[in-house]
C-alpha cells in the first residue's frame, strides 16, 4: 500500500512569510495527524482529525497556524507568519483509529531565516 | 512530571548483546504502548505495538509492559549496526486517546 505522502520535503523562507505542507495519508485512515519535532526531541502533536472534525487542536498555535482536511482525506497546514522558531519537522501521520498505530509520511523540514 | 520519559542516551551495546529500552509514563489510564525506530533525518517508523500486560516477540523484538508500575520496554536481542537509531515510546493517555511521545532514547550498536 502506499504510504503517507507528505511535500514538500524541504522548505527555506523568511520569517514573517507564510508557508503551506501538504499531507495526504494512507488510503482508508479516517485519522490524520500533524506533528512537529525539533531535534532531539520526540514528536509533539498539533492537531488530529478525525474524518474533516478536528477533535484535538490544543497544542496548535491558533494565532499563526490554521489547519484543514476538506473532505476527510488530504490536509493542508500552513503557517502565516512563520517566525524563526518554527524551524522544524512538519510530520504528517495517519492511522486506522486513535488506538491503532501510527504511520509518518517523511516529514518537512522547514528552516526560517 | 513529563508524560513519557525515557532515558536520551546513548546506550552503547556490543554487536549480539542484548540492547534494553526503558520507557515510564504518567497516567494510569493509558491503553496503547508503541515503540517506533527513528533513523538520523527520517521519520520515525513502527517497530512494537503492545497492548496488555506482559511481553510480546516478533522476531528480535520484545515489547514488555507492566501497567500497575507504569512502564514500558523493547528489548533488542541479537543487537545490528543496523540497530543503531533513536527509540521512541509512545503512549495514548487523556480521555482523548491523545498518541504522546518520549523524547527517544539513542542507540548506539558498536562492532
Known amino acids: 500500500e502506499a504510504g503517507v505522502v507528505q511535500s514538500p520535503r524541504y522548505k527555506i523562507i523568511e520569517k514573517k512569510q507564510p508557508v503551506a505542507f501538504w499531507c495526504n495519508p494512507i488510503?482508508?485512515?479516517?485519522?490524520l495527524y500533524w506533528y512537529l519535532q525539533n531535534l532531539g526531541q520526540g514528536p509533539e502533536l498539533l492537531i488530529r482529525?478525525?474524518?474533516?472534525?478536528?477533535?484535538?487542536d490544543s497544542q496548535l498555535p491558533k494565532d499563526r497556524f490554521s489547519a484543514e482536511r476538506l473532505k476527510g482525506v488530504d490536509s493542508t497546514l500552513k503557517i502565516q507568519p512563520a517566525e524563526l522558531g518554527d524551524s522544524a519537522v512538519y510530520l504528517c501521520?495517519?492511522?486506522?483509529?486513535?488506538?491503532?498505530?501510527?504511520?509518518f509520511g517523511n516529514g518537512t523540514r522547514l528552516t526560517v531565516t | 512530571q513529563k508524560e513519557v520519559e525515557q532515558n536520551s542516551g546513548p546506550l552503547s551495546v556490543p554487536e549480539g548483546a542484548i540492547a534494553s529500552l526503558n520507557c515510564t509514563y504518567s497516567?494510569?489510564?493509558?491503553?496503547?504502548f508503541f515503540w517506533y525506530r527513528q533513523y538520523s533525518g527520517k521519520s520515525p517508523e513502527l517497530i512494537m505495538s503492545?497492548?496488555?500486560?506482559g511481553d510480546k516477540e516478533d522476531g528480535r523484538f520484545t515489547a514488555q509492559l507492566n501497567k500497575a508500575s507504569q512502564y514500558v520496554s523493547l528489548l533488542i536481542r541479537d543487537s545490528q549496526p543496523s540497530d543503531s537509531a533513536t527509540y521512541l515510546c509512545?503512549?495514548?493517555?487523556?480521555?482523548?486517546?491523545?498518541?504522546?511521545f518520549g523524547t527517544g532514547t539513542q542507540l548506539k550498536v558498536e562492532l
Open positions: 488510503s482508508g485512515h479516517n485519522t
Open positions: 509512545a503512549v495514548t493517555a487523556g480521555g482523548g486517546n491523545k498518541l504522546t
Open positions: 501521520a495517519s492511522s486506522l483509529g486513535s488506538n491503532s498505530p501510527l504511520h
Open positions: 503492545i497492548y496488555s500486560n
Open positions: 497516567d494510569r489510564v493509558s491503553q496503547s
Open positions: 482529525y478525525e474524518n474533516e472534525e478536528a477533535v484535538d
